[in-house]
């Protein structure tokens, strides 16, 4: 449906930027019946380990004591996927039941199938809206978890004669492809020709509106995804489907489309806007040292040996390096006046 839409829309009017491509197919892909987990597309950290977000629900307490345990505080959650996250954040904070007295449950979902999977969890607990403008002013402590990294992104190449942004168009089997534009891009590195350059505006924007509602109003922002800590070169866009990669165009709105997160240009948009930033750093070592090897040894306890193998097994999914534990990284964004957040260290650079 939606790649007939969308050609129909670029016969008319021309190619497509890429972020309106992309935006238009996550739209479509995200409604979905199952994206997320064994049966789906692909599998997420929260969906592993019940300790992910158990972890995020106790860092979350720390801040909001150090916060001066305001008596209400907006808890976001950005793109939730089947609310396992927030399920598992708001069981573990309990240890600190003033904080979840004073907690108030926001969902940021596009998608209607994923809303209603994340109200059969927390139905009673939380409120939904569409983006973040949406979301009441006041203290905030904000999490996502692979939200980032399904944000639209522009992608340029260097030509003989400079770069030239890539929009999308239908070729005459009408199947979607590039084709180049004269585009400016700033902030690009020297390149060879051929080297493709991407930014994401959507992710920049969302950085910058998050920085400046905690410089306001106080609080954090954690945020979770794959991706690199300096700003480089290179093609990081990729298609998904059933857990296999496929061709960026082999099936429109039924493969998951994500690019790899620039943390630098999170942090210095955040930075600009006021906000104090820790890390990226990779969430193996975060999770390590917010102890999530002691809390797999805790829920082993008293479970067969093969039980516990799993929860073992489980966690070094999320920490090791040639699992998750490298590639996705952890930033906090947070009110200046904050003191610097559980699991980031000065030595982490900010
Ligand atoms: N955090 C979840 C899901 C990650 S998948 C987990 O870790 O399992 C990406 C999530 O972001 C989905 O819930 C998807 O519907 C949502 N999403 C993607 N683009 C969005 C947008 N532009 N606005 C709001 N939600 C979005």
Redesign the pocket.
Known sequence: MVAKTLAERIRRDGPLPLPDYM?AV?RAY?AQPSV?GAAGDFI????ISQTFGELIGLWSAVVWQSMGAPAKVHVVE?????G??MRDFLRAAERVPAFVAAAQVHL????PT?RAHQHALLGHRASWH??IDAVPSGPMILI????LD??PIRQFERTASGWMERYVTVDDAGKFCFVLRPGEVAGAPPAQPGVIFETSPAVTEFAAKVAARLVRDGGAALLFDYGHRTTAAGETLQALKQHKFCGLFDSPGQADLTAHVDFAAVADAARHAGAAVYGAIEQGLWLNRLGIKLRGVQLAQGKSPEVAREIESAIRRLIEPDAMGALFKVIALAAPNLPRPEGFLPEDGA
């Open positions: 935006g996550a995200y997320i997420t950290a929260p969906e950005c793109g939730p996927g089947r396992t996250l940021v979902e596009q998608s994923l569409d983006n996502g978890n692979e939200f399904a944000l």
